[in-house]
């Protein structure tokens, strides 16, 4: 299995790359290549942009403008084989939280975090096997993760109420001063 930091994203509710804003001393982008390395031996980035911390493994997306449905299909295209999948805005998930995710896992599903009724599309793992489904759902025009994950009976992978603060997603500017109480205060750990 691969991993695979979607970050081809326009971050228009930040107003500014979300990725490259400085948290605790280096990019939020930093912290998730960091995070997956404890777990992954190898990394790539999906998407377009060109201020990317790593010069190899970014794998362009084969159709841009169709959001993080059209990275995942990229990167399934560009690796051939399984892909374990988080998004560049989540800098606290752990490599606790991603052994958790590889040891609930059900083969050839789509696994994707859940925690109370909130859905992670953009955490989880995207079996090969979805490829074909994944691309005509995309040229149907439906590019909304959730419809595809209930279209091919996702397992949704339960959390722990201790892995809250990792989830955060940085979204907003709002999201990022959550992110600095958080990591000033170490409540991700
Ligand atoms: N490769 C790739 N990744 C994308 C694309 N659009 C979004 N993403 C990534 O998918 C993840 C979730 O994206 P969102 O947060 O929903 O969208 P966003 O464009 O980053 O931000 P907003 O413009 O504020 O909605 C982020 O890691 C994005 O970088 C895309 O077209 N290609």
Redesign the pocket.
């Known amino acids: 299995m691969q991993a695979i930091?979607?970050?081809?994203?326009?971050?228009?509710?930040?107003g500014q790359d979300?990725?490259s804003m400085i948290l605790g001393g280096k990019t939020v982008i930093q912290h998730v290549i960091d995070n997956l390395f404890f777990v992954f031996d190898e990394i790539f980035i999906?998407?377009?942009h060109n201020n990317y911390p790593i010069s190899k493994g970014i794998?362009k997306?084969v159709t841009?403008?169709?959001?993080?449905i059209?990275?995942i299909r990229?990167?399934l295209e560009f690796c051939q084989e399984d892909i374990f999948v988080c998004?560049?805005?989540m800098p606290f998930v752990s490599s606790d939280l991603i052994k958790n995710i590889l040891q609930k896992k059900i083969e050839n599903r789509i696994n994707v975090v859940r925690f109370g009724e909130k859905l992670y599309p953009?955490l989880g793992i995207y079996p090969f096997s979805i490829l074909t489904d994944l691309k005509k759902t995309i040229e149907s025009g439906n590019l909304r993760m959730i419809s595809f994950l209930e279209q091919q009976n996702a397992h949704y992978i339960d959390l722990e109420d201790s892995f809250e603060h990792q989830l955060l997603?940085i979204?907003?500017p709002e999201n990022f001063r959550n992110a600095e109480i958080i990591f000033n205060n170490n409540l991700y750990k």
């Open positions: 930091i979607l970050a081809g994203g326009k971050s228009s509710r930040m979300k990725a999906s998407g377009n794998i997306d841009t403008q169709k959001g993080p059209g990275g990229s990167a998004s560049c805005d953009v997603n979204n907003t």
